[in-house]
């Protein structure tokens, strides 16, 4: 039986996963096991592994299943760790990391602790908007304010956590989690009122390259995140008795507002030019910010780029910041 418990779904990851590989055999902790999971790979990883099998911490299994959130199940399953952690199969770890992260859990406090990121890629540079998302991950370490903004973005990253075994079984470890899982896990957490601690070191290096799931798959475009953050949001944060205003008609207000209507949701759509859609969206009335009745009770779904200050200003008072949903 291990200490920690490395949970690793891996697919087409011929490229990189020795990398990965050697990151995690570096490692100055080193009571752990690997349980790699092959997702169905058309390529033979484990070819590419072959001289570092023999180390009985590394565990292979095959998921019987499909997709991410099967092979997760399956690793979990075999799983004897006290704690368990993910890790991608195109990924680098610090070999700090494990050390670190265990040290903070067992101070106690949190029951999960995750740290900062950075961004690499040994074939392109990498795009504004991703170092834009890590330095945006790297602020929620540095104010340790995890879940004030989980409905913006997921707020730690997929490969760059650790819990306790027994937390992750409370909450329903990775059976019936949706896509994107990571984030979807991050919302049980939030039901489950758990504290996360952030390390200030970067714990996870993040490689950035064309074929990356994140990039390739549908589960993780922009549609199914607002899918499943709206679900949420209904389900753990929507008050049924509270005016529910969405600010916003691009995009993301759009996405919203067919979500919202799809589930019977009743709610008042700003436009902050309503005289642009004076038959409405999607058989949806628009109303501007001078026709809005006392909302002062109101929940705010803001879908623009207007900063919380500045929205609470055009609303002249009338909502409470606590009530503001950032997406």
């Not at 004897?80 to 903070?104: C, H, Q, W």
């Amino acid at each position: 039986m291990s200490l920690i418990s490395i949970l690793t779904p891996y697919r087409n990851a011929s490229t990189y996963i020795r990398e990965t590989a050697l990151s995690i055999l570096a490692q100055t902790h080193t009571d752990w096991e690997w349980i790699l999971v092959n997702d169905h790979s058309s390529e033979n990883e484990l070819e590419v592994l072959a001289d570092l099998l023999d180390d009985p911490r590394i565990v292979l299994l095959e998921n019987k299943g499909e997709g991410i959130i099967d092979a997760l199940c399956t690793a979990f399953a075999h799983a004897d760790g006290e704690y368990i952690t993910r890790m991608d199969a195109d990924d680098v770890m610090p070999d700090f990391k494990l050390t670190r992260m265990l040290s903070l859990l067992q101070k106690g406090g949190a029951a999960i602790v995750t740290g900062k990121v950075n961004y690499f890629s040994h074939i392109d540079s990498i795009s504004t908007g991703y170092l834009s998302y890590e330095k945006w991950l790297n602020e929620r370490v540095d104010q340790q304010d995890f879940y004030m903004q989980i409905y913006r973005e997921c707020s730690l990253a997929s490969g760059n956590w650790m819990m306790r075994k027994s937390d992750l079984e409370n909450c329903g470890g990775f059976v019936d989690l949706n896509y994107p899982e990571d984030y979807d896990l991050m919302f049980r957490w939030y039901e489950a009122g758990y504290a996360i601690k952030g390390l200030d070191l970067v714990t996870h290096l993040w490689r950035d390259h064309d074929l990356r799931t994140s990039k390739t798959s549908a589960h993780y475009q922009q549609k199914a995140f607002f899918s499943l953050k709206i679900n949420r949001f209904v389900a753990l944060d929507w008050n049924s008795q509270q005016q529910l205003i969405v600010n916003g008609t691009g995009q993301k207000g759009r996405l919203t507002a067919k979500l919202l209507i799809g589930k019977n949701v009743p709610f008042i759509w700003v436009s902050h030019e309503p005289e642009k859609f004076l038959t409405g969206i999607f058989g949806h009335p628009l109303v501007g910010l001078n026709e809005l009745p006392n909302c002062d009770q109101a929940q705010i779904l803001n879908t623009t780029m207007l900063a919380e200050e500045v929205l609470l200003e055009l609303y002249q008072g009338k909502v409470d910041k606590s009530r503001i949903f950032v997406l």
